[in-house]
């Protein structure tokens, strides 16, 4: 049985089979996922488990060089808007909300979360460790 770090089985394999540049999306429990990739879904009831929750835990985890998000979230959700700033030192970039959608569909897995804030979504994507 594993120790430590993410003990969630279809989370660790995903984050073990990542290569640079592949995508992985934390969403929210309103975001569509497209067919394709991965579907993980943790979610238990409204806002449990929290799109920081699991976000703090895949950055810990996992190598990430940029994270992608919806514009709309500065203005619709600044809470976890500030969250990501405050989190990750690297780039954030910004698209509509429409182009992220489609963004989902080139990803690895998306993982549910139960958050029930708007735009409380994003996408890692895997850097290297060297």
Same mark, same amino acid.
């Given at each position: 049985m594993?120790?430590?770090?993410?003990? /969630?089985?279809h989370? @660790?394999? *995903?984050?073990?089979d990542?290569?640079h540049?592949?995508t992985?999306?934390i969403?929210? $429990?309103?975001?569509? #996922?497209?067919e394709g990739? #991965?579907k993980?879904?943790?979610?238990?009831?409204?806002?449990?488990?929290?799109?920081?929750?699991?976000?703090?835990?895949?950055?810990?985890e !996992?190598?990430? %060089?940029?994270?992608?998000i919806a514009?709309? #979230?500065? /203005?619709a /959700? %600044?809470?976890?808007?500030?969250?990501?700033?405050n989190?990750?030192t690297?780039?954030l *970039?910004?698209?509509?909300?429409?182009?992220?959608?489609d !963004?989902t569909?080139? @990803?690895?897995? *998306?993982i549910?979360?139960?958050e029930a804030t708007?735009? @409380? /979504? $994003?996408?890692?994507?895997?850097? *290297?460790i060297?």
């Amino acid at each position: 049985m594993k120790k430590h770090g993410i003990l /969630n089985s279809h989370i @660790a394999k *995903v984050l073990a089979d990542l290569g640079h540049t592949d995508t992985i999306v934390i969403a929210d $429990c309103g975001l569509p #996922i497209p067919e394709g990739p #991965i579907k993980i879904d943790l979610s238990l009831s409204i806002g449990t488990p929290s799109f920081q929750e699991v976000t703090s835990l895949l950055l810990q985890e !996992m190598a990430v %060089e940029k994270i992608t998000i919806a514009s709309e #979230i500065k /203005n619709a /959700n %600044e809470r976890d808007h500030s969250f990501l700033k405050n989190t990750f030192t690297g780039p954030l *970039v910004d698209v509509d909300h429409e182009t992220f959608k489609d !963004m989902t569909k080139q @990803a690895k897995a *998306v993982i549910r979360t139960g958050e029930a804030t708007p735009y @409380a /979504n $994003c996408i890692l994507q895997a850097g *290297v460790i060297f």
